[in-house]
């Protein structure tokens, strides 16, 4: 039986593999929402913004240290040759995006905010 922390870290993952997708991918079932950088993110150039983008993409170094209620909803890494640490989280909010979703685990209550930023800027 899946439970409902397990239900949103699915629909986390799919979201933030997926993100950038057509609106038409949405409608089969991928979760909405937006994807926002930091102007810290934007200033480190599109070569390294890439190379953030696929490491937040492919992210699934998952743990009890960042991920205590297994819901997917946050991680960080380091960049390859400057060992800049990123951080990345994924914000629940209703249809409007203008309170908190009441449940996050239903797609048709919410939309996603996935947040990718330098610590400096959490």
């Known amino acids: 039986m ?4 397990e239900i ?10 997926n993100f950038g997708m057509s609106l038409q991918d ?6 909405s ?3 926002v950088v930091t102007s810290g993110i934007q200033c480190l ?3 390294k913004q890439s190379e953030v983008h696929n490491k937040v993409r492919n992210f699934n ?3 009890e240290d960042n991920d205590p209620h297994g819901e997917h909803d946050y991680g960080s890494f380091q960049l390859e ?3 800049q640490k990123i951080i990345w989280k994924i914000d629940y909010y209703d249809t409007t995006y203008e309170y908190g979703s009441e449940d996050p685990a239903d797609l048709s209550k919410t939309r996603r905010v996935l947040t990718v ?6």
């Open 26 to 31: 949405y409608i089969q079932g991928t979760p």
């Open 8 to 17: 949103i870290a699915q629909q986390n993952d799919m979201f933030r593999q």
């Open 33 to 35: 929402g937006r994807y």
């Open 81 to 83: 040759n400057n060992k």
């Open 117 to 122: 930023m330098l610590p400096s800027e959490y």
């Open 2 to 5: 899946t439970n409902k922390s």
């Open 61 to 63: 170094d998952f743990n």
């Open 45 to 47: 150039g599109l070569f």
